[in-house]
């Protein structure tokens, strides 16, 4: 292997693995060597190294990270904000019009950015699962959110609804798409066909072109706030 980036390869030894397995997530920019239990590593590194030019590929397709900065815009919902940085003592971070704006020490820029976005997620999700249990005819117990790197909602026999927060970074109909999906799984606790008919029932629209964009997508709004200062 590239030993150079030895450091972004995860290498894990699985009881089960018949074989070596490598692969690469894009949202986490990080490889995957999966190594059979017993088996040597020199070998397995070995054959990770003949894979060196598919890893190559692979991080030429990372998205690029988007770092929350003053002056970096950022899609939320359906609107593009600007992190406007104003002089002065520390105060509440501010939606006005299309600026995020927020004064106090620079340093603290992307940790409060990161909580209004989470704030913001929160507010969007709670009402739109709301409005969506209320035409499904079923109860939510709670509606949470969380930053996993895999799921964009989960939906617990309890009742209870997760979400990633950074649904707020995809549009609008993407966001709603999604929580379509969790909410009928309040009835249908599979992906079934009538499960299926629940979800583009409810939205009112075919939710397939809403999964295809997080597929495609999903992966850059692990960048957002990647990469920012302190
Ligand atoms: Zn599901």
Request: hydrophobic share 45%; net charge positive; charged share 25%.
């Amino acid at each position: 292997m590239d030993t150079g980036r030895m450091d972004d390869l995860d290498i894990v030894r699985h009881p089960t693995a018949r074989r070596c397995t490598l692969s690469f997530d894009l949202a986490s920019g990080r490889a995957r060597l999966v190594v059979p239990k017993r088996a040597a590593l020199k070998p397995a590194l070995a054959w990770a190294a003949g894979k060196a030019d598919w890893l190559a590929e692979q991080r030429a397709r990372l998205p690029a990270p988007c770092p929350f900065v003053p002056g970096a815009t950022i899609a939320v919902a359906d609107a593009v904000l600007t992190i406007a940085h104003e002089a002065g003592a520390r105060r509440a971070v501010l939606r006005d019009g299309d600026r995020l704006s927020l004064a106090g020490p620079v340093e603290t820029i992307p940790r409060r950015v990161e909580a209004w976005l989470r704030r913001t997620a929160l507010d969007l999700l709670a009402r739109e699962t709301a409005e969506f249990a209320a035409k499904a005819g079923v109860t939510v117990s709670q509606v949470a959110i969380g930053d996993p790197r895999r799921r964009w909602g989960s939906c617990a026999s309890s009742g209870a609804i997760r979400y990633s927060w950074r649904l707020v970074l995809a549009p609008g109909w993407v966001r709603r798409a999604t929580v379509a999906h969790e909410v009928a799984h309040r009835v249908h606790m599979n992906h079934g066909p009538a499960f299926h008919a629940l979800v583009a029932t409810l939205l009112g629209e075919d939710p397939t072109p809403a999964r295809a964009w997080l597929r495609e997508h999903g992966a850059a709004l692990h960048w957002v706030g990647r990469g920012s200062p302190g």
